[in-house]
């Protein structure tokens, strides 16, 4: 491939020349190549750095731990695989968190059929490990259309909201759901998203009215716009992006993928910032020069 | 070949050729691109009927007998009428339906959402015995001082003149400046997002793909 226009030397030249005019005009490809670079390194040869668990993230495990046994825990998958990377790795490390707490949990979905077959598949894994059973320990209600009707109708009678199971039984023939006929039978939603406005149908039609335990987990896009629902304490917790994943697994004593992609995401943030620090001091520098 | 190992080439093809864009537009990126939102167009048409229409609506008309579901795609189809200006009104009937419902469970969502956070704006602002000066100055000092500049920047209604009007003013510079502190720290949130996918793809690249036939790379413990 031939080389792409000289857009770095125009930039180089109006930050007027010089070693800190050409560190502002560095073209994008190399840096893409930087990242990349950095990122295998990372990823084959590995430096470890530490992971200390946020309170948001412990505000989770507490959550799980808190439940009653007598009640479920369920998880909303509204995820898929264009936020994998970061949602998928959560999930893991929650269901190990209820699988290690000894709570049962039930996956769900409002906005992601494709999802709940990839939560499926992390739940069928990690109860593999733990020796957990599906339909006594865990069971997966599906893909449930209708978003705030669903959650209406399941607040009121569980094994007619939610009808059959990802496998198409009857939820009420499931020995897990006995006992759990409506709201009442759950003891914490744990939200597992990359799509904006799931968490809010959660707070207005189940956390609010019924005061039901909430906890979430997000891409680190869409985490900030959801601070205010911990301050306010509508939330139990929050994982934020790989790094709540990386936290909880810290905290239930499995590395696994998140730590992985924590430790390289580390890596690849110390060469962002670096890049930052050059840009900026070449900015300021060259202006002195120009001056 | 296994048919998995189809899949995982095409994955593994699929991934580079989009991002060949990292390097400038090209015919393969616009390639995989059209192949992706084709895809994805036919994926949501059968999961639309395999999930929705023929779970609730085909099943309970055909298998159940349930024959008055037969009226909902007419109630349905009078969408279409948006595109006759004789008979919109029809339309109109169906989309009022629409509106009252979403308006009513919103309005129902909307207090349980945002009133505990008007609550949650109210902070001791003493210390006692359970709260030290630390967490009185570091929280809710700094919380009550952002909250009220932020919201003063919002204050259009008087001109920033005059004793209180340039009192104002500085306060709204401060709430511009906390606010670009936020979106500082969303954008470092973005930027972390965006490393955790392209980091989920180098993994797939590394352990699935090329360790399918260099079992050195499936080795290395990701």
Redesign the interface.
Known sequence: ?GR?PGRADRSAQEAGGGFWGRMQGIP??YI?LL??GV??WQ??APISMPIAPSAATQGVYDAIAAVPDDKLIVISADWDAS????T?PQTQAIVQACLREGKRFALMSLGA??GIRLAHEIAQEAAREHGAEYGVDWCNWG?K?GY?NVLMALAKDIPRAVGSDFYGTPVAELPMMEGVTDIRGIGLVIEVTGLAAIT??W???I???YGTPLASAY???M??GYY??L????MQGML????GAAEMEALVERPG?AV??MN??SW??VL?IALIVIGNAGYVLAGRRRR | MNPDAYVLWAAAIATLGVYTILYRENPISRLFEHIFVGLSAGYLLVITWTLNLEAKWWQPMVAERRWWWVFAPVAGGLFYFIFSRRLSWLARLVMGLFFGAGAGTFFRQFFPIYAPQFYACFKPLRPDAELPWSQVLLHHWMFVIILLTVLSYFFFSVSHEGRAGRALGRASLLGRWFMMIAFGAMFGNTVMARVSLFIGRMRFLLTDWLGSFIPWFAGRGL
């Open positions: 491939m792409p994008r490809y893409h990242l990349a990122v295998v990823l084959l936020t994998q990377a970061e998928g059929p494709m893909y259309y705030g809010e149908i707070l207005g039609l956390q609010g009215p891409t680190a896009v985490a900030p205010p629902y301050d306010s304490g509508q934020v992006g790989a790094k993928k992985a992609v390289v995401q690849a943030h962002i």
